[in-house]
């Protein structure tokens, strides 16, 4: 059974800080993984979306990587702001399904 | 980009009745869906995958007789909430996955979520 942890739970930096977001997985047999956002009381949006023969994808200034055997990705988010406050989830399927596993989650505070 | 909407945003309901909530793939046709579950702080469960023109299947622990799901055309999947009561006061999401990508290469789009407080 799939078990994703996200480390840390909450995370506060000042405005224009390049921060990693971490994210483990136990079962490594996986397609791909993505990445989303959540804003308060709202639905997720996607971020992006790591295929298992990628170690990385990029989408301005985020960057996700993806190590398989290792079962790890982490999220890179560059110069960061205000807007990007929100919390982010990891999900990558449990192993040979479409069922995607969440983790609880990162909450991240960014401070003008 | 794929989009879903997902309607009500929110419902106050008194306990015992029942409520009805939408998921709709606007720009692309989806055979499956899946509706989730979020209580505050915790991670979304996946209560549910739905299958247009089949039965739902239901996660290990989810009643499918309170929480019907009906997914009659490529591009609606409904979730009833039967007989609400205050403990299924929750957070509902659903999420389609866009195949007109080939392989492996398809992200899931979640709608904006419903907000269900029963009284």
């Known amino acids: 059974k799939q078990e994703v942890t996200q480390i840390p739970a909450a995370l506060s930096v000042p405005e224009g800080e390049n921060l990693v977001l971490n994210c483990s997985f136990t079962d490594s047999a996986i397609y791909n993984l993505q990445w989303f956002r959540q804003d308060p009381g709202k639905g997720l949006t996607s971020l992006l979306l790591i295929q298992s023969s990628q170690r990385e994808q990029t989408s301005g200034r985020l960057n996700a990587s993806l190590d398989k055997s290792s079962g790890r990705s982490t999220l890179y988010i560059a110069a960061s702001q205000p807007g990007d406050s929100a919390t982010y989830l990891c999900a990558p399927p449990q192993g040979g399904s479409e069922k995607l596993v969440f983790g609880k989650g990162t909450k991240l505070t960014v401070n003008p | 980009g794929a989009v879903v909407s997902q309607h009500p945003s929110w419902v106050i309901c008194k306990s015992g009745t029942s409520v009805k909530i939408e998921c709709r793939s606007l720009?692309?046709?989806?055979?499956?869906m899946f509706w989730y579950r979020q209580f505050p702080k915790q991670s979304l469960m996946l209560m549910a995958t739905s299958n247009e023109g089949s039965k739902a299947t239901y996660e290990q622990g989810v009643e499918k007789d309170k929480f019907l799901i009906n997914h009659a055309s490529l591009t609606l999947s409904t979730l009833t909430v039967t007989s609400a009561h205050p403990e299924d006061s929750s957070f509902y999401i659903c999420?389609?996955?866009?195949?007109?990508?080939?392989?492996?290469?398809?992200?899931?789009?979640f709608g904006s979520g419903t907000r269900l407080t029963v009284v």
């Open positions: 720009d692309f046709q989806a055979t499956t």
């Open positions: 999420s389609a996955r866009d195949l007109r990508g080939t392989g492996p290469n398809y992200g899931y789009t």
